[in-house]
């Protein structure tokens, strides 16, 4: 009998190793074991922690995984579930594709389906189509939850300079951040310039939240933030938040209108 070369793909993404219990470790030990009992050989292990499935793209180990098997470096992909794979159909048609033209069979541990066989090749197809549903139905009730959070003065971020978090739902002021984003509003008012404002504040020594330099896209991008009015914004639209604002609402305005002629002259 063959021995047949197994690669195995396992991801998980925090929420869904927080409410489904297939953890990393998990499906490792169960798919090496499936391996094991059934006579094969594992080629590999892909690991991605922490990823959404939504694309390719942003997973190292799954790019990894299609080019070894564009080398034929094994004959089967084991996984636990197809949405450990992918959550898109386009992604997994296209691998398919893929896999066909090196001969690489996929098979899931706990769904029905083995593309060596004709029925379980339709049945991939029909459990992709679901897969990409329930991440689409969760990317909304995620948008509807956040407008919620938004609409009761919640935050709708997890930093910004200036601010530390204040439980799950607000924000409280640093001091010390805060004095960088004041005199940021300050500076631009009085010379018009990102540039020149950056280049004040590298003299002062200050940096941003996680300690970068910076410079003329960054001063834009804190003078566009409405939260430092005390506003907290979602998808182009703006709510009153419940935090404390660092730079008083008649400023920011000033500030916005400023960079919106700026921006015109351009």
């Known amino acids: 009998?063959?021995?047949?070369?197994v690669a195995i793909y396992i991801r998980v993404s925090t929420l869904d190793q927080a409410l489904k219990g297939y953890?990393?470790?998990?499906?490792?030990?169960?798919l090496e074991q499936w391996?094991?009992?059934?006579?094969?050989?594992?080629?590999?292990?892909?690991?991605?922690?922490?990823i959404s499935g939504k694309d390719i793209t942003h997973r190292p180990a799954l790019r990894q995984l299609l080019a070894d098997a564009k080398k034929g470096s094994f004959d089967l992909i084991?996984?636990?579930a197809l949405s450990r794979l992918?959550?898109?159909?386009?992604?997994?048609?296209?691998?398919?594709?893929?896999?066909?033209?090196?001969?690489?069979?996929?098979?899931?541990?706990?769904?029905?389906?083995?593309?060596?066989?004709?029925i379980g090749r339709a049945m991939m197809g029909i459990l992709g189509v679901?897969?990409?549903?329930?991440?689409?139905?969760?990317?909304?009730?995620?948008?509807?939850?956040?407008?919620?959070?938004?609409a009761q003065g919640k935050r709708t971020c997890n930093e910004v300079l200036g601010y530390d978090l204040d439980g799950p739902d607000s924000l409280k002021i640093n001091e010390a951040e805060a004095e960088r984003v004041r005199?940021?509003?300050?500076?631009?008012?009085?010379?018009?310039?990102?540039?020149?404002?950056?280049?004040?504040?590298?003299?002062?020594?200050?940096v941003g939240k996680r300690g970068r330099k910076f410079k003329a896209q960054h001063i834009k991008t804190i003078l566009s933030r409405p939260i430092y009015a005390?506003?907290?914004?979602?998808?182009?639209?703006?709510?009153?938040?419940?935090h404390t604002p660092i730079i008083p609402l008649s400023q920011y305005k000033r500030v916005q209108r400023l960079l919106t002629r700026r921006k015109e002259l351009a």
């Open 130 to 150: 679901f897969a990409q549903m329930e991440r689409e139905l969760t990317a909304e009730r995620v948008k509807a939850a956040m407008a919620e959070r938004a």
């Open 86 to 118: 992918t959550r898109s159909v386009a992604d997994l048609y296209n691998t398919w594709d893929l896999l066909r033209l090196h001969d690489i069979d996929i098979k899931s541990h706990t769904e029905p389906f083995d593309t060596s066989t004709v």
């Open 23 to 30: 953890s990393l470790d998990a499906q490792r030990h169960i």
């Open 35 to 50: 391996a094991k009992d059934h006579g094969h050989e594992i080629y590999a292990v892909y690991e991605d922690a922490g």
């Open 78 to 80: 084991l996984i636990w």
């Open 1 to 5: 009998m063959r021995v047949m070369r």
């Open 183 to 206: 005199y940021i509003f300050d500076r631009y008012l009085e010379y018009r310039n990102l540039s020149a404002v950056a280049e004040l504040c590298s003299l002062k020594g200050y």
């Open 230 to 242: 005390g506003y907290n914004s979602y998808m182009g639209q703006l709510y009153q938040g419940n």
